[in-house]
């Protein structure tokens, strides 16, 4: 049976402080080719232009033959070119462009990405566009994300915030949306229940890929720094395998156990 992976990057494939490789996983990736098994990198980049990222990730050593990120599954979900944008100048830039118009009084979406420094008043101003804006778009469904070795609330939790507040239900575009997740089995063409996903992200990754089907295998080089942290999850949505890094896990793959 023809089997495949879904494999993170920020955490899982590369370090969230130095933003080199992590131990193992240019080998992993390199391990996939040699023995032509198939597999997407699927990453909530949403800072660089695609091409960019897919490079700067090249550069590092990886020989990526597979590659996805919010911005390819972008266009398909948001069809107006008028909206009120958060996130960093490098996203914002993407975002025009694209093609999109910023603009925070005639708009038609929302819609927020991650940013370090968000302040309260940035918070203040995406709930008054909430009330505004004809649909709410979440660039992923990240609960944290990891920054020079801290933890930052993620789109998801952010989006939480703003559902909460406004009453307002909200589209993810990025991971674990079953949009993007299916955009990514199609480059393989294999089934959900014939991929595994790696990745160091519970909420943002894993969960809802086990929900579509999918196994799933946890790395502790990321956000969770121990098996410890996900003891309140039920068993039921526990991973199917925990590694420290790529390298263990490639250890497991080269014994057919993954």
Known sequence: MNRGFFIDVQGTLIDDIDKRPIKGACEFISYLNENSIPYVVITNNSKNRSEDF????????????????????????????????????????????????????EFDSLVVSIK??????????MIECAFKAKNL???????????????????????????????????????PSFNFY??????????????????????????????????????????????????SFPQEKMPNRVFSDLEEALESLKKGEI
């Not at 390819?72 to 944008?85: G, M, N, Q, R």
């Not at 370090?116 to 101003?125: A, F, G, I, L």
């Not at 070795?149 to 507040?165: D, L, N």
């Not at 294999?190 to 996903?197: E, Q, R």
């Open 137 to 175: 778009i979440a660039m992923h469904g990240t609960s944290t994300y990891s920054k020079e070795g801290k933890r930052y609330p993620g789109v998801g939790a952010i989006m939480s915030m703003i559902k909460f507040a406004s009453n307002r239900g909200y589209e993810i575009v990025g991971k």
């Open 182 to 231: 299916d955009k990514a089995r199609a480059l393989i063409n294999l089934d959900f229940k014939d991929i595994t996903v790696i990745s160091d992200d519970m909420i943002g990754d894993l969960i809802g890929a086990q929900d579509l089907g999918m196994k799933t295998n946890l790395v502790l080089s990321g956000k969770v720094k121990s098996k410890d942290e996900i003891n």
């Open 54 to 105: 897919i490079e700067e990730l090249r550069n590092m050593g990886f020989d990526i033959k597979n590659y996805i990120d919010p911005f390819y599954t972008l266009k398909e979900i948001l069809k107006s070119k008028k909206i009120a944008a958060f996130g960093t100048d490098k996203f914002l830039n993407v975002l025009q462009e694209m093609g999109y118009e910023i603009d925070f009084e």
């Open 116 to 125: 370090q420094d968000y302040t309260n008043e940035d918070y203040v101003k």
